[in-house]
């Protein structure tokens, strides 16, 4: 990296990596961190639903034919044959479940809860909370891409309570019915998995709005296929390699809480304060919150292989505002 090395280094940020494991679903601590399961939520709290879509919403169109019958599927339409009848039910089984649970408020699914005494514990990150605890739902069907309707798709709820008065919530009625079934096969609720938390000193990540600005104030150095940025790309992919743990599938499932967060598209600061429509916002007004990635062990998959980004305005943050966190989803 050579002169480049001083200046990334200056820029790096403390963030809280958050590494999955297994754990003992008959012996999880309350409270604690971790991923999906059920949740321990206040004895007073309702499980948190997003409500109906819109009639425009739904989907309408014709079976697609060459998805389910491939290139021949022309003749099987024309014939009327029995693989053709049998995919034409399926389809319509599928859109009428769809329709189903689209057309009536639904619970969200519970995708991790936050101690933040624990990660104070590790290191104190500038601007969050000592304590209290931060759980995160989210519907993984319909996903939140990030504009503001879809705000009604996901919820995070902070919360002060001491451990006595939280309760383990057990998941919806709605989640065994017949159609959720058929609309998510693998099921609305994730498999638990342990957060272990770890305090990172990182330079900015290729696609962050810190390297945007590096590399606007000097282009030239800075080309797609020059010799820093391959030489900064190589540093990444050597340190992913070097810690699977935290940087799982070659740093395609980081799960984190505060820091720059990894883009997967555009810099999430930024297109988070486009999609908010606050004309006087920028990309510095926004802290990234947390980040969860699709995790095969949970059964959670956001796109393709995609990230979940909450993230706070600063001052929103200060004040423990975390009802006005924004969501957005990034994907492959």
Wanted: with cysteine.
């Amino acid at each position: 990296m050579g002169e480049h090395a001083a200046g990334l280094a200056r820029m790096a940020r403390y963030s809280i990596m958050l590494a999955p494991g297994p754990i003992d679903e008959t012996n999880m601590p309350l409270g604690s961190s971790r991923l999906g399961g059920e949740p321990d939520l206040p004895v007073d709290f309702d499980w948190p639903m997003r409500p109906a879509f819109e009639a425009q919403d739904n989907w309408t169109g014709p079976i697609p034919g060459r998805l389910l019958l491939g290139p021949s599927h022309w003749l099987h339409r024309l014939l009327g044959t029995e693989k053709w009848k049998q995919a034409s039910q399926a389809w319509q089984r599928a859109r009428d479940a769809e329709r189903s649970i689209r057309n009536r408020d639904w619970p969200l699914s519970f995708v991790a809860q936050i101690d933040f005494a624990e990660l104070h514990a590790v290191h104190a990150l500038d601007g969050f909370p000592s304590s209290g605890r931060l759980l995160l739902f989210c519907d993984p069907f319909d996903w939140p891409w990030g504009e503001k309707a879809d705000q009604a798709r996901t919820r995070a709820i902070y919360t002060e309570q001491p451990l006595e008065r939280l309760q383990r919530r057990r998941a919806p009625p709605e989640f065994a019915e017949p159609e959720a079934r058929q609309v998510m096969p693998r099921g609305f609720v994730f498999k638990p998995r342990l957060l272990r938390p770890a305090a990172w000193l990182m330079p900015p990540p290729l696609r962050s709005c810190a390297l945007d600005d590096l590399r606007a104030e000097r282009p030239g150095a800075w080309k797609q296929d020059g010799p820093a940025f391959s030489a900064y790309r190589q540093f990444w992919d050597d340190l992913h390699a070097r810690h699977p743990d935290i940087f799982a599938e070659q740093g395609q499932m980081i799960h984190q809480v505060g820091g720059s967060a990894f883009s997967i598209q555009e810099p999430v600061e930024r297109e988070t304060a486009r999609l908010t429509a606050d004309a006087s916002a920028t990309a510095e007004d926004w802290q990234l919150v947390l980040q969860i990635s699709s995790d095969v062990d949970a059964g959670m998959e956001w796109g393709d292989t995609g990230r979940l980004y909450l993230s706070a305005r600063k001052q929103d943050l200060a004040a423990r505002r975390f009802d006005q966190c924004w969501m957005l989803m990034q994907c492959y």
